[in-house]
């Protein structure tokens, strides 16, 4: 974190880098990281910028720094937000049914403390139920679910990574076979079929005996 303005210290000044206006996190001279930094922070000689290493979640928050001497002067301000990568999310599908020859599956994704629910089918999903989703430009994740590509995609995301979870519809909501005609039974199908294939078997027969005669005539 830069500090953008030429800064010379009087003899009295002393340039500290605050967190959240209360908590110091080094000050110069002489050159001191506080307990709570100890070795994740240090005071850059000569632009007295501030380095922090180690980034934990717990870091985010507003740094400013601070010359203080017959008064107090604010020379820079910053809002770190420090995230870790996402959890995979795991999706989980709850119940299929077909209306109106319309496959609609009842879908869950969770991941880490959120989770929704969604009817997903071939071109949609509309969310029923769960958990208030984050917002992108939040410290909290963005779990979203959506359809793309013949697939129900659950998204897990924040501002520095991404996960998704993944059920291909075609498996969810296979074709169903084609059925006979309302009213004709099972048996009488495989009666149809056999008698089909045996009226072409004897029509080969003819058919290879006539031209045998035809050609031994």
Not at 5 to 32: C, G, H, M, Q, S
Not at 38 to 67: H, M, P, W
Not at 123 to 151: D, F, I, K, M, N
Request: glycine share 6%; net charge neutral; proline share 4%.
């Amino acid at each position: 974190m830069d500090v953008k303005t030429n800064i010379t210290l009087e003899n009295i000044d002393r340039l500290f880098w605050k967190f959240d206006t209360a908590i110091n996190v080094a000050k110069y001279p002489p050159k001191v990281t506080f307990e709570r930094y100890k070795g994740r922070a240090e005071i850059v000689e000569g632009n007295f910028s501030l380095l922090l290493k180690n980034l934990q979640e717990g870091d985010s928050g507003c740094y400013t720094a601070v010359v203080s001497g017959n008064k107090d002067t604010i020379i820079a301000t910053y809002m770190l937000v420090v995230q870790e990568r996402v959890e995979p999310p795991v999706l989980t599908v709850n119940s299929v049914c077909s209306i109106n020859g319309t496959c609609n599956a009842t879908v869950s994704c969770r991941g880490q403390n959120t989770s929704v629910t969604s009817i997903c089918n071939n071109s949609t999903c509309s969310q029923v139920g769960g958990e208030s989703r984050g917002a992108e430009t939040s410290t909290v994740p963005l779990l979203s679910v959506y359809v793309a590509g013949g697939s129900i995609i659950c998204n897990h995301s924040n501002q520095v990574s991404w996960a998704k979870d993944t059920k291909q519809i075609v498996e969810l909501c296979p074709m169903t076979s084609v059925s006979p005609p309302a009213g004709m039974s099972v048996y009488m199908s495989k009666i149809i079929l056999l008698s089909v294939g045996l009226a072409i078997m004897i029509s080969a027969v003819i058919t290879v005996h006539i031209r045998d005669r035809f050609h031994n005539g």
